[in-house]
């Protein structure tokens, strides 16, 4: 795969405006200003778009450590274990969409190195499986079911393989590639492929160099629209499996390492390797961080979490599924600061999803359905000279008349006093990300009373309160990288109160 240094990307930087791109390098010397400016002309491609509007995404972690009650098999275990009775991956489907879950991931292969597909590159999987004789095909059967239900399907490969003897050599990189080439192929569109960074010892002791851009090259060329995550170019681990994001989480973020397999002259330049840097620090893409960078890159963050203490279903568990109050706290913190969640929902020996996780997952999105069904905003009349409703690709936002101001106000009244204690905002971020600071006020006894107030926004951020009471309300953008673009302002009422949530089962 051919690279293209830090010296020849300023080059281009030189040569190419500062139009919108999903990646920038930033020139030795420029101002505070200039980088700024840049940083709010960073967009994300479109793979990396459609993949944060759907906002929460599911994990299956199933295979043969499901039989053994291990979170991680060394490769020992008997594939004659693996035997779910009444495997129905249709009902795996079925509760994701109850639960407003848009896409799901499998564990295709975890680091024991057993295989839910009939691959040709290893005997360790459910071919040598009493599963449906071993003509099972635990992928292929969700690759099905997504399809009829119309779910996205994602695939998670582990790299680490405890069992696979040619791992810790070259020929271990080829064998990865043949699996992955298998996964890619077989099954229909793929549209996310998760690596964790996991590199233990395998069978004889050694550890794997892994061949990533490899990787990432066959994924672009048999999967093109298939994000890649968490170790790889399109999406980067938010930094914690709590289900709980940063206070400030920038898309935008610096990478010092710029290289690239392509970059086409008066196109988009995409990144195809996985920015280098810390990306689990507190602050990521504030002005302090992004002025000492050597380009910019979008990079958003998945959370992920699992609804039970363990990633792999355990039975002694079934009285510890998170709550559907748990679950929207969790949704408040993560899609709610500008993530997608992955939440992991593991079936059973079985092969079904137990039934206290189905319920759990449809209270939470009958409840979440209830809460945003209702913007109390749609019937306020905005009062304001100083924006302009605007569109890209049919999608209004509002965005300042001069587009040098980077604040703006939005000022509403309602028909009566309303109560309200929810706040919902969203960027357009098919143009960037820009909203530094925020905050809401209301209008009481002759004076604006600050309410509640944020930074970053992004694709969503959502923020609640205690209950108020008002007529007129102030939404302000206190600061933002260039004109700020807001795709949609809402004002919700949670009638069981937002301080309870976590006590609802």
């Given amino acids: 795969m051919k690279k293209i240094n830090i010296i020849t990307l300023l080059l281009l930087a030189a040569v190419f405006d500062t139009a919108a791109q999903n990646m920038i390098a930033l020139q030795p010397g420029e101002s505070e200003s200039a980088i700024v400016t840049k940083a709010a002309n960073v967009i994300p491609t479109q793979r990396q778009l459609d993949w944060q509007k759907l906002e929460v995404t599911g994990f299956l972690h199933f295979g043969i450590n499901t039989f053994t009650n291990k979170e991680w098999g060394e490769g020992k275990d008997d594939p004659k274990l693996f035997n779910p009775t009444q495997l129905d991956a249709e009902q795996w489907v079925r509760t994701a969409k109850e639960g407003g879950i848009k896409l799901l991931i499998l564990t295709a292969k975890h680091h024991d190195g057993f295989c839910l597909w009939q691959t040709n590159t290893t005997d360790y999987s459910v071919k040598n499986s009493p599963y449906k004789k071993g003509k099972g095909d635990v992928f292929g059967e969700l690759a099905a079911a997504c399809r009829k239900y119309d779910m996205k399907l994602g695939v998670y490969l582990s790299p680490w393989d405890r069992h696979e003897a040619s791992y810790g050599s070259e020929a271990y990189n080829d064998f990865f590639v043949a699996q992955l080439s298998e996964l890619l192929t077989r099954y229909g569109q793929i549209d996310e492929v998760w690596f964790d960074g996991a590199n233990g010892e395998g069978p004889n002791g050694k550890k794997q160099e892994y061949d990533w851009n490899r990787y990432y090259q066959v994924i672009r060329e048999k999967q093109p629209e298939a994000v ?7 999406v980067r681990w938010v ?43 507190k602050d990521l893409g504030s002005r302090e961080r992004i002025k000492e960078a050597k380009g910019l890159v979008w990079y958003p963050a998945e959370t992920d979490v699992s609804i039970r203490p363990g990633w792999f279903y355990h039975e002694e568990e079934n009285n510890k599924v998170k709550s559907p109050g748990k679950l929207m706290d ?28 189905a319920a759990n ?4 999105n009958d409840w979440r359905t209830a809460l945003f069904s209702n913007n109390i905003l749609s019937k306020a009349k905005l009062q304001t000279t100083d924006l302009v409703l605007k569109k890209w690709k049919k999608m209004p936002f509002w965005t300042t008349k001069d587009q040098k101001t980077s604040t703006a106000t939005f000022e509403y009244i309602l028909p009566k006093a309303t109560a309200f204690n929810v706040l919902s905002l969203q960027e357009s971020i ?12 209301v209008w009481q006894d002759g004076v604006w009373k600050e309410v509640s107030k944020g930074t970053t926004i992004g694709n969503k951020r959502l923020l609640a309160f205690p209950t108020v ?6 939404i302000n953008i206190l600061q933002s990288r260039l004109n700020p673009q807001i795709e949609q302002l809402g004002l919700y009422f949670n009638e069981i109160g937002v301080f309870e949530w976590q006590t609802i089962i």
Avoid: C
């Fill in 228 to 234: 890649i995550a968490v170790m790889g170019p399109d």
């Fill in 239 to 281: 930094g914690t499996e709590t289900g709980y994001g940063r206070d400030t989480e920038w898309s935008v973020v610096p990478a010092s390492n710029l290289a690239q397999n392509h970059i086409a002259a008066g196109s988009q330049q995409q990144m195809n390797i996985k920015p280098a840097g810390d990306m689990r620090n």
């Fill in 330 to 357: 969790i949704y408040f913190n993560s899609v709610g600061k500008n993530g997608v969640l992955l939440l992991n929902i593991p079936p059973t020996a079985a092969g079904l999803i137990h039934s206290v996780d």
């Fill in 361 to 364: 997952l449809k209270k939470w």
């Fill in 430 to 441: 098919a143009l960037g990300q820009r909203v530094e600071r925020f905050n809401l006020e």
């Fill in 469 to 474: 009471i008002a007529q007129k309300i102030r």
